[in-house]
């Protein structure tokens, strides 16, 4: 019996390790290629520099802007997630406390809406957004941030949903008897409560917006240079035939690594939060 559990583990210690380095070999390839020429890029990539060539990642930062895409990256995607977490818990609460058919109906039809792909509704949303309201050309930050806010909804109230549904509703009873009104009790008692499950949301969304691409270059690709967002601002070094690998590699590895920071700190959270959500 020990013969055997001794051999299962160290089967699934080697399928682990061999999924770790499948998962960690691009990032790696990235990072030794960040520091070398277009030359040594394209002659030998799995190798290690000879030279750690720093003026590659200044050069980047000055062609892409990066400061100002960064803080237009940063503006979009926490005032989305803010707005994201804060409607869609006052909406799945009240879908919560007031369980009527309109109510339930029109949650099923939220959730189901996260199985509509975005492709399958890209042409009417320009259409309508673009053509009919003029909102791409007059704000189009602003319109980017308005369907960001759509897009993550669906996920962030059956998230919430299942939450809220664990907080005891005498917690509540008793904040109105003490004066509160809804609004504050909301605010008060469910709000605090509700922190694990925003913080799950917020990775999740920051995640999502930060490393988009097709809705930004939709909405953004005529908004100007100052206006681009990260994944839109390193497209500065891919040319219809060729790409210059000495600065877009710098700049791909200057776009993931604050969000990657970011999960590394927070990762926990994330199966807490859903977990959370899904079982209670």
């Known amino acids: 019996m020990k013969a055997r559990h001794l051999l299962r583990q160290t089967l699934v210690f080697m399928v682990l390790a061999a999924a770790l380095i499948i998962f960690v ?44 895409s960064f803080i237009n990256t940063s503006l979009i995607t926490f005032v989305s997630v803010a707005f994201i977490s804060l409607f869609s818990s006052m909406t799945a609460h009240y879908f919560v ?38 909102w791409i050309q007059s704000s189009p930050v602003l319109t980017l941030m308005f369907m960001y806010i ?12 299942g939450f809220i549904k664990s907080v005891p509703l005498e917690l509540e009873e008793a904040a109105l008897m003490d004066g509160c009104n ?35 270059v939709i909405i953004l690709q005529n908004a100007g240079k100052e206006n681009l ?10 040319g219809t035939y060729s790409a210059d690998y000495e600065k ?7 776009v993931i690594l604050p969000v990657l920071i970011i999960y590394l700190f927070v990762q926990r959270l994330i199966i807490q939060g859903i977990t959370q959500g899904a079982v209670k």
């Open 182 to 216: 809804p609004r504050q009790t909301f605010f008060k008692i469910v709000w605090p409560i509700l922190t694990p499950t925003s913080a799950t949301i917020g990775i999740l969304n920051v995640l999502w917006i930060w490393n988009d691409f097709l809705l930004p």
């Open 25 to 68: 070999f691009p990032f790696v390839l990235l990072i030794l290629n960040s520091f070398k020429t277009n030359d040594q890029i394209i002659g030998s990539p799995i190798s290690f520099p000879t030279s750690f060539n720093f003026a590659n990642f200044k050069t980047a930062i000055i062609e892409m802007n990066y400061f100002g």
């Open 150 to 161: 759509g897009f993550g909804a669906s996920l962030a109230v059956f998230i919430y949903h």
């Open 229 to 238: 967002t990260l994944p839109l601002a390193i497209q500065v070094f891919n």
């Open 248 to 254: 877009f590699l710098p700049a791909v590895l200057m």
């Open 97 to 134: 406390r007031n369980r009527t058919k309109f109510n339930n109906t029109f949650f099923f039809l939220m959730v189901s809406a996260m199985i509509i792909p975005f492709q399958a509704i890209m042409i009417p949303l320009v259409s309508i957004y673009g053509q009919k309201l003029g």
